[in-house]
């Protein structure tokens, strides 16, 4: 199956990495820039079908979407399983750095964390294979094209894949507003997978599958921060710990 993937950067990651199967490309008539000449020079060398195209058919692909002139279409983003991300050797032999999102339904969400988790240096991002958004061309113009520089993994049941990393020395920190440690007070040096609820929160089952629940503490009337936020600051103050530890 293919889908359409739009705007600069996806396309120009999809390009350059080379891992999704490429049908056609097609872009504005009119379109300008030193990006989108590199995104033509980058098709017609790989011999991609190109196509140019007025902005009101374009439009009408991605209704809603803001295609910036380029719209891709290919092969969709590929999933590993666990064993198969467990098995993938980290750079720099860094200790494991996992993200697990538990009922992240909503893709513009799921696709700004996953921009988040790229950049701070997660090494593959867990999903359940139901509740959770597809991997469409929303998340990934979301994203700026990170989805398709992280490993993502989906599994049928989120509590044996936390199991599942344990076992492999893993040490599982949720998040939850309602939670008494405060995220500052976890050690983040080891090897680690972060937890985070999506729109609804972590389920029960989950939340207790956790080695540590922690919050992120709020003045005033402020409940919770937005996903993305959290998110951003969770990851970065693992990667905060591991730069000061030398991982």
Not at 130 to 139: C, E, M, N
């Amino acid at each position: 199956m293919s889908e359409y993937v739009y705007g600069i950067h996806p396309v120009e990651e999809i390009l350059a990495g080379r891992v999704r199967p490429i049908e056609r490309i097609w872009i504005q008539k009119g379109a300008q820039g030193s990006r989108i000449r590199n995104i033509v020079e980058a098709a017609r060398c790989s011999s991609v079908d190109l196509r140019f195209e007025e902005r009101r058919r374009m439009d009408r692909m991605v209704p809603g979407g803001r295609h910036q002139g380029v719209i891709v279409q290919c092969g969709r983003k590929e999933t590993l399983s666990l064993d198969a991300l467990l098995e993938r050797r980290a750079p720099q032999d860094e200790d494991p750095f996992f993200l697990i999102l538990d009922r992240v339904e909503d893709p513009g969400n799921l696709g700004a964390v996953i921009r988040t988790a790229a950049a701070a240096g997660v090494h593959g991002l867990i999903l359940p294979s139901r509740k959770a958004a597809p991997l469409s061309g929303v998340v990934s113009k979301r994203s700026a094209g990170a989805l398709d520089r992280l490993p993502v993994c989906r599994v049928t049941n989120l509590v044996r894949a936390m199991e599942a990393l344990k076992a492999r020395g893993v040490w599982i920190i949720g998040a939850s507003a309602g939670a008494s440690q405060r995220y500052t007070d976890v050690d983040l040096k080891g090897p680690v997978a972060l937890l985070i609820g999506g729109e609804r929160g972590i389920r029960r089952l989950v939340r207790e599958a956790c080695d540590a629940v922690v919050s992120i503490p709020m003045q005033g009337a402020t409940e919770s921060l937005n996903l993305s936020v959290a998110a951003a600051l969770l990851l970065y103050e693992v990667r905060r710990s591991r730069d000061e530890g030398g991982q």
